[in-house]
């Protein structure tokens, strides 16, 4: 966790860095698209430090109240980032309307892009970093805000590339029409940062990939035993919660089935990270024969 937590606290201080070199872009441009990508900076800043509350907070031991732990507490996070993510599409496409139809000469366009071509470069950089942390560490918080990092990258270099052709052609429409696009482009990555957050909220399976995976360890590891049935998955943050109920001959001692649901928990923890292992025991007369086959 506390690899989580120097990550959060290194993108609160990159996200400063990229926003003033973006708004000085803007500065000596007065370009309303380099406006939008200032803008999504200070997003940036507030996803960051919105990311180190949820993961302080998650990273609390389990207690009275939350016996299942405070790792939910991510999705609330990505949520609220995904929200700041479509104001500032709002925002944006204000600007650009009313610059539409009032179009300004762009200022110093080469310099403007040079200033911006160096943040985008550490954002790029810093996304990739993110992006696999938070997949290593399951992360949603990380992940999202790799993510949108990553958005903030391929519109930066759309950004640049506008604002060069709108200084050599003239065509001084290109800069509110790029920010428009800029626009469109945040207010869809807010939109699925908040579609995956609700989904983890609401209990989520586990990937296909992940299931099929439990199944496989559960089968290869639990020798002694019929089958497994009615596997249930979900994930909290970097925690995947597994239940299911697991058939043994009616004669087998309790000693022996507890040693079967250790090697599962085992083996799954090993393969999988952070598990949360529910296993009920059943006797053979339960089976239902659609479950896993244990191997």
Same mark, same amino acid.
């Given at each position: 966790?506390?690899?989580?937590i120097g990550l959060a606290l290194a993108s609160i201080a990159i996200a400063a860095i990229v926003f003033a070199l973006k708004f000085a872009a803007y500065?000596?441009?007065?370009?309303?698209?380099?406006?939008? #990508?200032?803008?999504?900076?200070? !997003?940036?800043?507030?996803?960051?430090?919105? /990311?180190?509350?949820?993961?302080?907070?998650?990273?609390?031991?389990?207690?009275?109240?939350?016996?299942?732990? $405070?790792? %939910?507490?991510?999705?609330?996070?990505?949520?609220?980032?995904?929200?700041?993510?479509?104001? *500032? *599409?709002?925002?944006?496409?204000?600007?650009?309307?009313? &610059?539409?139809?009032?179009?300004?000469?762009?200022?110093?366009?080469?310099?403007?892009?040079?200033?911006? *071509?160096?943040?985008?470069?550490?954002?790029? /950089?810093?996304?990739?970093?993110?992006?696999? +942390?938070? &997949? &290593?560490?399951?992360?949603?918080?990380?992940?999202?805000?790799?993510? $949108?990092?990553?958005? #903030?990258?391929?519109?930066?270099?759309?950004?640049?590339?506008?604002?060069?052709?709108? /200084?050599?052609?003239?065509?001084?429409?290109? #800069?509110?029409?790029?920010?428009?696009?800029?626009? !469109?482009?945040?207010?869809?990555?807010?939109?699925?940062?908040?579609?995956?957050?609700?989904?983890?909220?609401?209990?989520?399976?586990?990937?296909? +990939?992940?299931?099929?995976?439990?199944? =496989?360890?559960?089968? =290869?590891?639990?020798?002694? /035993?019929?089958?497994?049935?009615?596997?249930?998955? &979900?994930? *909290?943050?970097?925690?995947?919660?597994?239940?299911? $109920?697991?058939?043994?001959?009616?004669?087998? %001692?309790?000693? +022996?089935a507890h040693a079967i649901c250790d090697r599962i928990e085992h083996a799954l923890a090993e393969a999988l990270g952070r598990t949360h292992v529910t296993?009920?025991?059943?006797? +053979? #007369? %339960?089976? %239902?024969?659609?479950?896993?086959?244990?191997?």
């Open positions: 966790m506390q690899r989580t500065y000596v441009t007065g370009s309303v698209a380099f406006y939008s #990508d200032a803008l999504e900076s200070i !997003i940036n800043i507030a996803a960051a430090a919105t /990311a180190l509350i949820a993961l302080t907070v998650s990273a609390k031991p389990a207690d009275r109240s939350h016996p299942f732990g $405070h790792q %939910k507490v991510e999705y609330f996070s990505a949520v609220f980032e995904g929200v700041l993510i479509v104001g *500032a *599409a709002v925002l944006i496409f204000r600007e650009a309307y009313l &610059r539409f139809f009032a179009p300004m000469p762009i200022e110093a366009p080469l310099t403007g892009i040079a200033i911006s *071509a160096v943040a985008t470069t550490i954002n790029a /950089a810093w996304c990739a970093v993110l992006i696999r +942390e938070g &997949r &290593r560490l399951r992360s949603p918080v990380l992940v999202a805000d790799g993510r $949108h990092l990553q958005a #903030d990258v391929v519109t930066s270099v759309g950004v640049a590339v506008g604002i060069f052709l709108a /200084a050599t052609t003239g065509w001084l429409v290109l #800069d509110p029409l790029l920010a428009g696009l800029v626009a !469109i482009s945040i207010l869809w990555s807010g939109y699925t940062l908040i579609r995956d957050s609700v989904g983890g909220l609401m209990d989520a399976a586990a990937s296909p +990939e992940e299931v099929e995976r439990i199944r =496989a360890l559960t089968s =290869a590891h639990a020798d002694g /035993a019929i089958e497994a049935h009615d596997l249930r998955t &979900r994930h *909290a943050g970097p925690t995947i919660f597994v239940e299911f $109920h697991l058939v043994v001959p009616g004669d087998m %001692k309790v000693s +022996e296993i009920h025991v059943e006797p +053979e #007369d %339960k089976a %239902k024969h659609s479950g896993v086959v244990v191997v």
